[in-house]
């Protein structure tokens, strides 16, 4: 009912930037809360942070100062942008959304290199 789909990871060496996008498509029904979960192979899935539909942000303590989530609710979209990346931020970055059912992004791949 509702796709989510990432762009905007690859490799980046520590100290740099990227953006991550994550688009809805498909039936909407709302504006909604969106999140970013990030997961490396044999751990669980962490949030990373999170946006209502009026915009507030909330981070974990690891990304806060250095991550800004945002949206653009006009164009169903979500942003990441990661400043200032450590080696430790390497992970499969997942957005999610809530609109009578989860839904979860397929998934883009975040290297920092030290």
């Known amino acids: 009912q509702v796709q989510l789909v990432e762009s905007g990871g690859g490799l980046v060496q520590a100290g740099g930037s990227l953006r991550l996008s994550c688009v809805a498509s498909g039936t909407i029904f709302s504006i909604n809360t969106m999140d970013w979960y990030r997961q490396t192979p044999g751990k669980q899935r962490d949030l990373v942070a999170r946006i209502t539909a009026r915009g507030s942000a909330n981070y974990a303590d690891s990304v806060k100062g250095r991550f800004t989530i945002s949206r653009d609710n006009a164009k169903n979209t979500v942003y990441l942008q990661m400043n200032s990346l450590k080696p430790e931020d390497t992970a499969v970055y997942y957005c999610?959304?809530?609109?009578?059912?989860?839904?979860w992004g397929q998934g883009t791949q975040v290297t920092v290199s030290s």
């Open positions: 999610h959304t809530y609109d009578y059912g989860h839904y």
